[in-house]
């Protein structure tokens, strides 16, 4: 049974949704506030966790801030922010702060539970996949979900590691962005909403910042690569 963590601070839409998983045979743990979320968080273990940003006592940002920061596996547990906040500019800083996907309440919840399934599809890792990929001194332990350069660990939300094992797998592939919202977003890419921007972005700095070394680079007018 998958274990849900759920932090929010309306009480009916915490009842709802917790309602509403449990029926779907979820494991559902609530906390109403940022500062029970962040306790859970630190001490439990979750396949993935609904949170609002605006919680009393601390926000939502610190809450992905401090799983982001953990120093195990639980680092990589998925986040789906559900919010009032509509604005493109919200959605895609909370993207940038490691949250995997996007709700913008009133929420339909088949929604929601769609939303949750392809997430955790997706950052489950196929057992038949290899346990290592390599290029050059950067190795990623698909087992352990972990990213290692010179013996220095990158941390990557679990979407980017995502993005990051698709390259490694096909090394010669250029990647339109359909191809990356298809393949790690699992769905329809019908627009362009700057979704694979963002990642695409964080997932360049973040491995530029530690190795000093690009080792993805844009195909101009056709997408993304593993570079040579």
């Not at 088949?110 to 196929?126: A, M, P, T, W």
């Not at 057992?127 to 990623?140: H, I």
């Amino acid at each position: 049974m998958m274990k849900v963590l759920v932090v929010e601070d309306d009480a009916e839409i915490r009842e709802l949704l917790n309602n509403f998983l449990t029926g779907h045979e979820y494991e559902v743990i609530l906390a109403g506030n940022g500062k029970d979320g962040s306790m859970l968080i630190r001490e439990e273990s979750f396949d993935i966790i609904l949170m609002d940003m605006m919680l009393p006592f601390k926000s939502g940002d610190d809450l992905i801030r401090e799983l982001r920061d953990l120093s195990d596996e639980r680092k990589n547990t998925p986040v789906i922010v559900l919010s009032a906040k509509s604005g493109m500019d919200t959605r895609l800083e909370v993207l940038r702060m490691g949250a995997d996907d996007y709700i913008i309440k009133p929420f339909d919840l088949d929604e929601v539970l769609v939303r949750i399934e392809v997430v955790l599809r997706r950052s489950r890792v196929n057992d038949e996949q290899p346990k290592e990929l390599k290029c050059g001194e950067l190795t990623v332990d698909v087992d352990n979900n972990s990213v290692v350069y010179n013996d220095k660990e990158i941390r990557l939300t679990s979407k980017e590691l995502q993005l990051l094992i698709l390259f490694l797998e096909n090394p010669k592939k250029t990647f339109t962005k359909a191809n990356l919202y298809e393949k790690v977003w699992n769905d329809v890419y019908y627009s362009e909403d700057n979704t694979i921007n963002v990642h695409m972005s964080n997932l360049r700095s973040k491995l530029k910042k530690a190795t000093k070394v690009e080792f993805i680079e844009t195909v101009w007018g056709i997408g993304y690569k593993l570079k040579d």
